[in-house]
C-alpha cells in the first residue's frame, strides 16, 4: 500500500487512494470494535478483500437503560457524575462489554437510569461528538436539467474545508436524470466515511442527507414530506421537500425548495414559500411539545436552501456593470459595490421585513450573483436579458439558546454546466442529549446507493477490482 497519501482528509478523498481512510468517525474507534450485522435497508454487503482497505471502523457503543423524563443542564450532568456508582465509571473508562456478574446483580444501573449511561445520554454524546457540536454541510444547485460531471468533488468536497462534515444535505433544483443515478454520484465522491440516510423528491426537486456513519444509531427515524405550488401540474417543477429527524435530543429539518422566477414575482414568492412552510406535515412520530402549523416551529434547527428565485432590483446594465468593477480580484471583491447589490437584494428585504422569512437568518454573502451564466462560462446569458441575481440561498433558523455559526458560505464556481453556480455552506451547531422515547431508526440507511457508490469507487481505483458480494447480510469490523 502507498505510504505517501496526503495528511488532508479531503485530499485523501479526491485522491481515490488505495489505502481509503474514514474520514469523520467518532475519536472511539481505536478504543473499541464492535461489529454488526443487520437486514434489510440497515444491512452492509460483505466487501471483498480488495475493497477492505476503503471500509473503517464503525462504532456501535449504546448501552440500554432507560432515561428519566427531564434533563437537568448539561454543567449539572457533568457535576452530577461525580456520583455514579464505581461500576459504571469503571464501564464507562474501560469501554467494554458489561461483565455477567454485574449484569446478574443489577448494580450497574444505580445512579445511571438518567443521562448517563443511556443510549442518547451525555456520556455517549460527549464520546459521539466530544465537543457536543455538529458539523454540517449543505449545498444548494438549479441544475437546469443539465448532466453533471461525472465527478462531483468541487461541489461535496470544497477545498476550504479540512475535513468531511458530520451531516451533508445536498438539495437540487431542475434535477437532471435517475433519483438512484445521482445518489450514487453524491455517494461516490462522499466515500465510505457517509451513507444515504434518506431522500426525497419532487418532480425535479430532490433533497438527501447524508451522515457520518456511526450516527446513524443516535437518530430518530426520518420523515419527510412535499408540497407543489403548482397544483395538478403533471411535472412538478416548483414546491418543497423536507426532512427531518433528531439527532440525541436535537431536532433538525432540512427544506429545499423552488420558488416561481422572473423579477416582478416577489410576492408570489413570499406567497408559495408561506405555503410550503404551512403545508409540510412534519413531524409524524416525532415528539413534540404543540404541533404548530409553520413547520419550522416544530424543530430546535431548521435550513432552508434552494433556487428561491429572488431577484435584484436594478437595471440589468447596471447590475452587470457593478458586477465587473467588483469581482475584478476575486479573491478581494469591492466592498461597495457588493454592498450596492445586496441592498437590492429582494430576499435581503424579505429577510427584514416579511413576517415569516424574518425569523430567518443568512450568513454575509462575498460570492458574485449566481445566475444567470451561459453554460460552461463565467458570462451572463443576454438571450433572454435576466438580471444577475442572487437566486440560490442558504437560510437557517434556530430556537433560543441553539446558536448556528456559519464558518463558511461561498459557491461552486467550478461547475459550469447549468445556468447557476451552486452554492454551499458549512455549519456547526450544538446538540444536546436526548430521550429514548424517539423512534429510533435503529440504523437504517440506503444499502443499495451506498454498495454501488462503493463499486464506482474501488472501479475508478482499480477497474480489476470492482466485484462487490451479493451477501443479503453481512457484517463491518
Not at 455549519?427 to 440504523?443: D, N
Request: hydrophobic letters at 35%; aromatic letters at 6%; glycine letters at 6%.
Amino acid at each position: 500500500m502507498a505510504n505517501n497519501q496526503p495528511s488532508d482528509p479531503i485530499a485523501r478523498v479526491r485522491s481515490i487512494d488505495s489505502q481509503q481512510q474514514v474520514t469523520g468517525e467518532s475519536s472511539r474507534c481505536n478504543s473499541r470494535r464492535n461489529s454488526f450485522s443487520c437486514s434489510n435497508r440497515g444491512s452492509v454487503s460483505c466487501l471483498e478483500e480488495a475493497l477492505s482497505s476503503v471500509v473503517g471502523v464503525l462504532q456501535l457503543s449504546a448501552s440500554q437503560e432507560s432515561l428519566n423524563d427531564e434533563f437537568k443542564a448539561e454543567s449539572e450532568i457533568e457535576i452530577a457524575t461525580t456520583n455514579i456508582c464505581s461500576s459504571c465509571k469503571e464501564e464507562n473508562q474501560i469501554q467494554q462489554a458489561l461483565s455477567v456478574q454485574l449484569a446478574r446483580q443489577r448494580s450497574y444501573l444505580h445512579g445511571s437510569v438518567g443521562p448517563f449511561q443511556s443510549l442518547l445520554g451525555i456520556t455517549e454524546l460527549k464520546r459521539t461528538l466530544s465537543d457536543s457540536q455538529l458539523k454540517i454541510f449543505i449545498g444548494t444547485w438549479n441544475m437546469n436539467g443539465k448532466t453533471p460531471p461525472s465527478t462531483l468533488e468541487d461541489l461535496l468536497l470544497p477545498t476550504p474545508l479540512q475535513s468531511l462534515h458530520d451531516v451533508v444535505v445536498i438539495g437540487t433544483q431542475e434535477t437532471n436524470g435517475e433519483r438512484d443515478e445521482w445518489e450514487v454520484g453524491l455517494q461516490e465522491t462522499l466515500g465510505p466515511g457517509h451513507v444515504l440516510f434518506h431522500s426525497v423528491e419532487l418532480g425535479t426537486i430532490h433533497l438527501a442527507v447524508f451522515l457520518r456513519r456511526d450516527l446513524i444509531w443516535v437518530c430518530s427515524v426520518p420523515e419527510s414530506d412535499t408540497h407543489s405550488t403548482r397544483a395538478g401540474s403533471a411535472f412538478r417543477t416548483k414546491g418543497g421537500v423536507a426532512i427531518g429527524f433528531s439527532i440525541f435530543g436535537t431536532s433538525l429539518l432540512f427544506v429545499n425548495c423552488h420558488l416561481p422566477a422572473h423579477a416582478e414575482k416577489f410576492a408570489e414568492r413570499e406567497r408559495d414559500l408561506k405555503k410550503i412552510l404551512f403545508s409540510l406535515d412534519l413531524p409524524k412520530e416525532l415528539p413534540v411539545r404543540k404541533k404548530q402549523r409553520d413547520v419550522t416551529s416544530n424543530y430546535d434547527l431548521v435550513f432552508m436552501c434552494g433556487d428561491m428565485n429572488f431577484r435584484i432590483n436594478k437595471p440589468r446594465e447596471e447590475v452587470v456593470d457593478i458586477v465587473s468593477k467588483t469581482w475584478v480580484d476575486p479573491s478581494s471583491p469591492c466592498e461597495r459595490g457588493l454592498s450596492m447589490l445586496l441592498e437590492a437584494d429582494q430576499l435581503k428585504s424579505s429577510l427584514k421585513n416579511n413576517r415569516i422569512l424574518k425569523t430567518f437568518n443568512e450568513a454575509d454573502i462575498t460570492f458574485a450573483p449566481t445566475y444567470k451564466y451561459i453554460p460552461g462560462t463565467n458570462d451572463f446569458d443576454e438571450d433572454k436579458q435576466r438580471i444577475p441575481s442572487y437566486t440560490d440561498r442558504i437560510l437557517w433558523k434556530e430556537r433560543k439558546g441553539a446558536h448556528v455559526r456559519c464558518a463558511h458560505y461561498d459557491v461552486a464556481k467550478q461547475l459550469k454546466c447549468s445556468d447557476h453556480i451552486p452554492v454551499w455552506g458549512a455549519f456547526q451547531v450544538p446538540i444536546k442529549p436526548g430521550r429514548e422515547t424517539i423512534p429510533l431508526s435503529a440504523g437504517t440507511f440506503n444499502r443499495p446507493v451506498y454498495l454501488e457508490g462503493m463499486r464506482r469507487r474501488l472501479q475508478a481505483w482499480d477497474p480489476n477490482k470492482a466485484s462487490l458480494s451479493n451477501s443479503a447480510s453481512c457484517s463491518l469490523q
